[in-house]
């Protein structure tokens, strides 16, 4: 079975600081892996997703993300927030040739300070 | 591109009624779309998969004949909460799977959510 862990419910940041959000995940199997963020009283937008090849991704709003098979990690960057990062951040998973079947973290509620 | 819209964004409906929410996808064909529903400062969870002219698979625990899901066409799914009570209020999103066999196949997008109030 797969799990996903996001050890962080919240991570509060002072305005152009760096921020990492912390993606831990479990699969017997090779996994696609994605961030998505979600704005107050708003859908899902995906971030960045990792399928295969370099494990360093790159993805909108000057996020980036660092896929360690070894360690089963997937942690979400950016080196200088905005107030406008202010949202709720899910890491999720899936298994497969496909997109089915997602298993999301519980969320990281990431607050940036002025 | 891979845009995925959801009709109504916010509904409030009395005890007893039904409730009808859309999901589109803009841009792209989806085969399956999935619907989730997300309680307050939680995750979402998933309810069910909707098939392109085939029946939904339901998530266990979620009850069929409750939450009705119509998936007619390449663009559009359907949710209809049936007989909603107010434990039924909830925030529920859908999403789409790119059925392209290029860029985009293997990512969900996500519509914008209903919320769903019921009295």
């Known amino acids: 079975a797969q799990s996903v862990t996001q050890l962080d419910s919240q991570v509060p940041v002072f305005e152009e600081a760096p921020v990492e959000l912390r993606c831990n995940y479990s699969?017997?199997?090779?996994?696609?892996l994605f961030w998505y963020v979600q704005y107050p009283n708003q859908g899902l937008q995906l971030l960045l997703k990792?399928?295969?090849?370099?494990?360093l991704v790159k993805g909108i709003n000057g996020f980036e993300a660092e896929f360690n098979k070894s360690q089963t990690s997937f942690h979400l960057r950016k080196p200088s927030v905005h107030i406008s990062d202010t949202a709720e951040y899910f890491c999720a998973v899936s298994v497969g040739t496909g997109a089915n079947n997602l298993f999301f973290g519980t969320g990281t509620r990431l607050t940036v300070i002025p | 591109g891979a845009v995925v819209s959801q009709h109504p964004s916010r509904v409030i409906c009395k005890s007893g009624t039904s409730v009808k929410i859309e999901c589109r996808s803009l841009?792209?064909?989806?085969?399956?779309m999935f619907w989730y529903r997300q309680f307050p400062k939680q995750s979402l969870m998933l309810m069910a998969t909707s098939n392109e002219g085939s029946k939904a698979t339901y998530e266990q625990g979620v009850e069929k004949d409750k939450f009705l899901i119509n998936h007619a066409s390449l663009t559009l799914s359907t949710l209809t909460v049936t007989s909603a009570h107010p434990e039924d209020s909830s925030f529920y999103i859908c999403s789409a799977r790119d059925s392209g066999r290029f860029k985009g196949a293997d990512t969900q997008y996500f519509g914008p959510g209903t919320r769903l109030t019921v009295l």
């Open positions: 699969s017997s199997v090779s996994v696609y």
């Open positions: 990792y399928l295969s090849g370099s494990t």
């Open positions: 841009d792209f064909q989806a085969t399956t």
